[in-house]
Nanobody, 118 residues
């Protein structure tokens, strides 16, 4: 049984930092690209960042220089460090896993709410 579970969401003031974590089980973690997406109210889900098993990363332009994605293949986890947060970063953040040769994500977590507000 595959499980993808996010943690670490919450409320933070503008300019603050937050770290999201995602733990995956039931998959050969090192075979999967891991990604973070987010969905704000009334908007479509959008790409935030991704990381390959070898550590190659990709970021949305809106978060470059502020967010950092990392993974630990030994612990089957992927993190998203978010700095200099802005109100427009407010969204539900989803962790996903896809095999490297798949275009679409195979598994998703339940989401973690991030709210940036004073």
């Amino acid at each position: 049984q595959v499980q993808v579970v996010e943690s670490g969401g919450g409320l933070v003031q503008p300019g603050g930092s937050l770290r999201l974590s995602c733990a995956a089980s039931g998959i050969i973690f090192s075979s999967y690209v891991m990604g973070w997406y987010r969905q704000a109210p009334g908007k479509q889900r959008e790409f935030v960042a991704s990381i390959t098993s070898g550590g190659n990363t990709n970021y949305a332009d809106s978060v470059k220089g502020r967010f950092t994605i990392s993974r630990d293949n030994a612990k089957n986890t992927v993190d998203l460090q978010m700095n200099s947060l802005k109100p427009e970063d407010t969204a539900v953040y989803y962790c996903g896993a896809r095999l490297s040769y798949h275009v679409s994500y195979d598994y998703w977590g339940q989401g973690a709410q991030v709210t940036v507000s004073s």
